[in-house]
């Protein structure tokens, strides 16, 4: 089995980033990059910057085209398909031509993957996303992960799944993400040897993601059967997901599982040393900032007519350096309460976070964004970029599986 990725959404290559560092003979047949909207490709510009682009079956070059009307069966052979997605609306509906027939709301990336799924059957799929898409929606907790459970049970995959935050695995940001690992259950060495292997034994001491994660303990595990319905899933499925868990035939275990915390980067050791100034927070904005870190109570009026009192705590500010940064946004070095705020260390005075600072956050190498795009897009892309340590740990014990594949 080669080491072959394709890589869907890939932004500017975090995925691919993380795997190059194992330094174990990865390599990337395909990707896709599209911004909708965008008049400008930044971040597949950025992605062709540092690793070209690449053909499909046929020679042609699709990379930024969108995803919808790719020819999935184009797409070159690969053994693992990698991608963050977002978490959407993934409710299906009988077709109106066919009673039998499914379709997902129109746009939805997740259909997007399982088709890619559908068509080249990998037998590894590893992909991210935001920690709520096990909660989504609020008037049916539970159904958004199911849909997606269910349709990787009928295509043969068992899954596992863990909400991980990176500062509790080395890295300098407080960023949790839902990072789910699904393989083929009957036709690789690894789905044959993890059937033998209890839900229990899976997640909490011999499975994927508590090889990648260690824990320190496990809550009692709970479970549930998915419908081979998906419409049925789509209708009438909730179900509390726990942090980690299991999927195999349908079956789903879960469990909440305390992370084996290391010790973190801090804030502190991302800093550059000196700054530009236009970094520097005015003098004049400077009462804006401290108003929208700070706690509040406003009385507001809905709506219907009801009144109500909005409330929200304090923000550190500015930002420690003592602690790992918090979960970086796209909107960062925008005016608004998300926005790291922190002291230079030349001068001490107030300031956004550097770019760079930004790609540190995220564990990219330095300058990794300055490919000609302008600031707003490098914070942009970084807050829509993955922990890149964070995939080298699961690379690494997927490399381990690939080993006893061959």
């Given at each position: 089995m080669e080491k072959t990725i394709c890589e869907l959404f890939a932004g500017v290559g975090g995925f691919r980033l993380g795997f190059d560092r194992l330094g174990s003979g990865w390599r990337t047949t395909w990707f896709s990059q599209w911004e909708p909207g965008a008049r400008v490709q930044w971040a597949h510009k950025c992605y062709t910057e540092h690793y070209g682009d690449c053909p499909d079956k046929n020679g042609e070059y699709h990379t930024c085209d969108d995803i919808s009307i790719v020819d999935k069966s184009t797409i070159p052979d690969h053994s693992l398909v990698v991608g963050g997605f977002p978490c959407q609306d993934y409710s299906v509906a009988h077709t109106l031509a066919s009673s039998k027939g499914i379709e997902g709301k129109k746009g939805v990336l997740w259909w997007q993957i399982r088709d890619v799924l559908e068509v080249a059957q990998p037998p590894f799929a590893l992909l991210e996303n935001v920690d709520r898409?096990?909660?989504?929606?609020?008037?049916?907790?539970?159904?958004?992960?199911?849909?997606?459970?269910?349709?990787?049970?009928?295509?043969?995959?068992?899954?596992?799944?863990?909400?991980?935050?990176?500062?509790?695995?080395?890295?300098?940001?407080?960023?949790?993400?839902?990072?789910?690992?699904?393989?083929?259950?009957?036709?690789?060495?690894?789905?044959?040897?993890?059937?033998?292997?209890?839900?229990?034994?899976?997640?909490?001491?011999?499975?994927?993601?508590?090889?990648?994660?260690?824990?320190?303990?496990?809550?009692?595990?709970?479970?549930?059967?998915?419908?081979?319905?998906?419409?049925?899933?789509?209708?009438?499925?909730?179900?509390?997901?726990?942090?980690?868990?299991?999927?195999?035939?349908?079956?789903?275990?879960?469990?909440?599982?305390?992370?084996?915390?290391?010790?973190?980067?801090?804030?502190?050791?991302?800093?550059?040393?000196?700054?530009?100034?236009?970094?520097?927070?005015?003098?004049?904005?400077?009462?804006?900032?401290?108003?929208?870190?700070?706690?509040?109570?406003?009385?507001r009026t809905a709506a219907n007519g009801h009144s109500y009192v909005f409330s929200e705590g304090p923000v550190a500010f500015p930002d420690p350096w003592n602690r790992p940064g918090r979960t970086m946004l796209t909107s960062e070095s925008t005016l608004n309460r998300s926005t790291h705020v922190v002291a230079d260390k030349k001068t001490g005075t107030l300031r956004l976070l550097t770019p760079v600072e930004t790609e540190r956050l995220q564990g990219f190498d330095d300058d990794w964004t300055n490919t000609g795009m302008p600031d707003r897009m490098r914070y942009f892309c970084m807050g829509n970029a993955l922990v890149v340590p964070m995939i080298t740990r699961m690379g690494s014990v997927i490399d381990r599986i690939f080993e006893d594949e061959n």
């Open positions: 898409l096990l909660k989504s929606p609020a008037k049916q907790r539970g159904r958004d992960f199911g849909v997606i459970l269910a349709c990787f049970a009928l295509l043969g995959y068992s899954v596992e799944w863990r909400v991980v935050n990176a500062a509790s695995y080395g890295a300098a940001q407080r960023r949790r993400r839902t990072y789910i690992f699904a393989y083929k259950t009957d036709s690789t060495e690894y789905g044959r040897k993890m059937s033998a292997l209890s839900a229990e034994e899976i997640i909490k001491g011999k499975g994927f993601m508590v090889t990648a994660f260690p824990i320190s303990e496990a809550g009692e595990i709970t479970s549930t059967v998915l419908s081979s319905d998906l419409v049925e899933v789509s209708d009438r499925f909730k179900f509390p997901f726990e942090n980690a868990g299991f999927m195999r035939n349908g079956e789903v275990f879960t469990a909440r599982v305390t992370e084996r915390e290391e010790t973190p980067i801090m804030l502190g050791d991302i800093l550059v040393e000196s700054a530009d100034e236009k970094y520097f927070i005015p003098t004049d904005k400077m009462q804006k900032w401290a108003y929208l870190k700070g706690s509040k109570r406003i009385d």
